[in-house]
């Protein structure tokens, strides 16, 4: 069927987790809502797959609801550059990590039981623009053709590094995301279930795989020695970017099509969820300057948080005293933690016990 001939009040261009997530959050409203993406489901990408406590709690605002036996749950974050570790306390909440595909299915499913009209294999032109839609929505990632329609482009990423990623089936040695510093590269190690880890590197080395990258890791190593990878290396750019404008007109972008933070903060889906739901209500209020708003107040922290991670990437000497002040005084880590994460506006319902659903 013709795109055109469809009757929409919001077409939503791209359908990973930030599209989908707006597409929940105004069908919410009670709009009518159409996801026109060229790939088909599951779409996977390379990411940390860890979701800090306010990406779960947007999540569960979305009616998304996530088993224990879906995922892993994490209660802090480690900073380790050998013999220093440092951990940072979520404090009465806790992040959840799963894999990218689990949770992308996920959330189609919630998107079909709201009503939200799914195309799948729809590449989108100009043309299709036209669409009788109230509002257009760009989801479409960090080279979003909606923003440049748009006219909302600004040209290059202040900061681009590369990041890989692959699975292995140990069970997680640790109740936090473990962050190991070496060399202008990071390791992560995020449980993603009782007996899987994803296991990450991000560098500005485009060439950096994990199996070179490990080798400035040898604890890890050690943990990971004689468990093959149970999927395929995958590898995406992650980028720092920020515009000036994310509306202009019915046009408003989310997720990484609206601008991104280095994958350094963990923060890219969490924030994607989160301006969902401010996006939502501008609509529902009928002004999109109310997101605009919403939307610089959201990255404003983890601009702040990705460009002092960024420093410590760069300068060793700095990194390690900041690694041996946390370390030494774990309530500063742990409160710096919280504010990143807007830990005093959590609701008590993504407190949870851990016989109970993460979300």
């Known amino acids: 069927m013709n795109l055109r001939s469809i009757q929409a009040d919001a077409l939503i261009v791209g359908g990973g987790p930030a599209g989908l997530a707006t597409a929940i959050a105004l069908r919410q409203k009670g709009l009518r809502v159409m996801v026109a993406e060229a790939a088909r489901p599951p779409i996977d990408k390379a990411c940390g797959e860890g979701l800090m406590p306010n990406g779960v709690e947007a999540l569960r605002k979305l009616g998304v609801k996530i088993g224990v036996y879906d995922s892993a749950p994490f209660h802090g974050i480690r900073f380790i550059e050998a013999p220093i570790c440092a951990r940072g306390n979520f404090g009465g909440v806790r992040g959840i990590g799963i894999r990218r595909t689990v949770l992308h ?52 990423p202040r900061v681009r590094r590369f990041g890989f990623r692959y699975h292995c089936p140990v069970a997680p040695w640790s109740d936090c995301v473990d962050v190991h510093w070496g ?41 990971l020695q004689g468990a093959a990878p149970a999927t395929v290396e995958r590898g995406s750019v992650t ?79 700095l990194r390690q005293s900041v690694l041996r002040t946390f370390s030494q005084q774990p309530g500063w880590f742990s409160g710096l933690l919280m504010m990143h994460i807007g830990g005093r506006s959590l609701s008590s319902e993504a407190i949870t016990n851990e016989k109970m659903a993460p979300v």
């Open 105 to 156: 299915t996920m959330l189609i499913e919630r998107a079909a039981d709201a009503g939200v009209e799914l195309r799948w294999g729809q590449r989108i032109s100009p043309a299709d623009l036209a669409v009788q839609a109230r509002w257009i929505i760009g989801a479409d990632g960090q080279r979003s053709f909606v923003r440049r329609w748009a006219g909302l482009d600004c040209g290059a």
């Open 183 to 223: 060399d202008r590269c990071q390791i992560y190690i995020t449980p993603v279930s009782a007996e899987s880890l994803c296991v990450a590197v991000i560098s500005s080395n485009p060439h950096l795989r994990l199996e070179d990258a490990l080798l400035q890791f040898p604890e890890v190593a050690s943990r």
């Open 239 to 317: 980028e720092s970017r920020r515009l000036r404008r994310v509306v202009r007109g019915s046009v408003a972008l989310v997720g990484d099509a609206s601008g991104s933070v280095d994958a350094i903060t963990g923060e890219g889906l969490s924030l994607a969820f989160q301006q969902s739901l401010a996006l939502a209500d501008a609509i529902e209020a009928n002004d999109l300057e109310l997101y605009q708003s919403a939307h610089r107040k959201l990255a404003r922290v983890p601009a702040l948080t990705a460009r002092g991670m960024l420093l410590m990437d760069r300068h060793r000497l």
